[in-house]
């Protein structure tokens, strides 16, 4: 069974930054894909950027030019980096795992990201 386990958030100010780690064991696949999505309160849960295994990432338009991820494929790791943190980032934050050799699909636990205005 995969487990995902993220780490990394906290409350930072307006213009701050804030690394999320999200770190899967078990047995997994390629190809796959590990992102992370978001959901703020009364809202829907939301892609913000996703990376393949193979290296190639996409972004949500709001984190474009802010948001940096990547991930070590030996550590089966994936980060996201969030510079210039805005109130509107603020969100519990789930890490994702999309296993698309055996179509499934894996989620964390979430962590929360408060950005004070």
């Known amino acids: 069974q995969v487990q995902l386990v993220e780490s990394g958030g906290g409350l930072v100010q307006a213009g701050g930054s804030l690394r999320l780690s999200c770190a899967a064991s078990g047995i997994i696949f390629s190809p796959n894909a590990m992102g992370w999505y978001r959901q703020a309160p009364g809202k829907q849960r939301e892609l913000v950027a996703v990376?393949?295994?193979?290296?190639?990432?996409n972004y949500a338009d709001s984190v474009k030019g802010r948001f940096t991820i990547s991930r070590d494929n030996a550590k089966n790791t994936v980060y996201l980096q969030m510079n210039s943190l805005k109130p509107e980032d603020t969100a519990v934050y789930y890490c994702?795992?999309?296993?698309?050799?055996?179509?499934?699909?894996?989620w964390g636990q979430g962590t929360q990201v408060t950005v004070s205005s």
């Open positions: 994702n795992l999309d296993d698309r050799r055996l179509f499934r699909n894996y």
């Open positions: 990376i393949s295994s193979g290296g190639s990432s």
